[in-house]
């Protein structure tokens, strides 16, 4: 995002709507942390600039710096995926596009949160780690799949790395037996992580739409707190129509 320096008043408003912080002053204007600067676009829509000084870098869309706006702006469409909102359905759509299967565990990590955002380095940082514990299963329709320059080492892309982004998400859908060693590799490379992330679990429902008994016994095992969360999609479709 940039502001027109001859336009802008320097009355600020658009400052506390930066979730990085990325807009200050600079004299008498507001300007924007280019490096801060994760082009979500909530300065802009919040229309709060009375005389439309801020605009989109010419370049946003420019690789790799698009990477920034297709992870942190929720309007826009991920290149690699053509989704929107971090590129991925998640498993949100599960019961109809049967993404985990009923003897597998599905599992995303969600690095970052708005006000607190993260570096490129902290997804491979947990990428290597799986890959050094033999895991290697991220799901080709997540982004992060497109980003690799080497899965069997868990490396990213070089000119990837210096991106920053609100947050991102990794998923993969392993079988139930090796869930326990994602996990236990999620919470090790916790340790060394610049932000914060969160580990989500999906499971098909057992009879009367319950949550797998061994589901809840693998956490309970691996000293995971719990918190259900369920999102059915009722009427679109099913599963292989």
């Keep these: 995002m940039l502001i027109h320096e001859d336009v802008c008043v320097g009355c600020g408003r658009c400052q506390p ?21 994760v082009e979500c676009g909530t300065c802009l829509r919040v229309h709060v600039c009375p005389v439309d000084a801020l605009y989109e870098h010419p370049l946003v869309f420019e690789y790799p710096r698009a990477l920034r706006k297709f992870f942190s702006d929720p309007a826009a469409t991920h290149k690699a995926t053509g989704i929107s909102g971090r590129g991925t359905e998640e498993s949100k759509t599960n019961d109809v596009t049967g993404r985990v299967g009923p003897d597998e565990v599905g599992i995303a990590i969600e690095v970052g949160r708005p006000t607190l955002g993260m570096n490129l380095h902290d997804v491979q940082k947990i990428s290597r780690a799986l890959a050094k514990a033999g895991i290697t299963e991220i799901e080709e329709c997540n982004p992060i799949h497109s980003m690799y ?23 993969m859908s392993v079988p139930f037996e090796k ?20 580990l989500d679990i999906f499971s098909t429902l057992g009879p009367n739409l319950t949550i ?6 693998l956490l309970e095992a691996e000293g995971l707190p719990w918190r259900p969360n369920a ?6 479709g099913r ?3």
């Design 149 to 171: 320059a080497n899965p069997e080492t868990g490396d990213l892309k070089p000119e990837l790395l210096d991106e920053r982004v609100l947050s991102a998400i990794i998923e």
């Design 231 to 236: 999102k059915i999609n009722m009427g679109l």
């Design 212 to 217: 797998q008994q061994r589901i809840l016994d």
């Design 239 to 241: 599963a292989g129509e």
């Design 179 to 198: 869930a326990a060693l994602v996990l236990r590799t999620a919470k090790e490379v916790a340790k060394e992580l610049d932000s914060v992330f969160t």
């Design 17 to 37: 709507y930066c979730p990085e912080g990325a807009i200050g002053y600079l004299g008498l204007k507001s300007v924007v942390d280019q490096v801060a600067c």
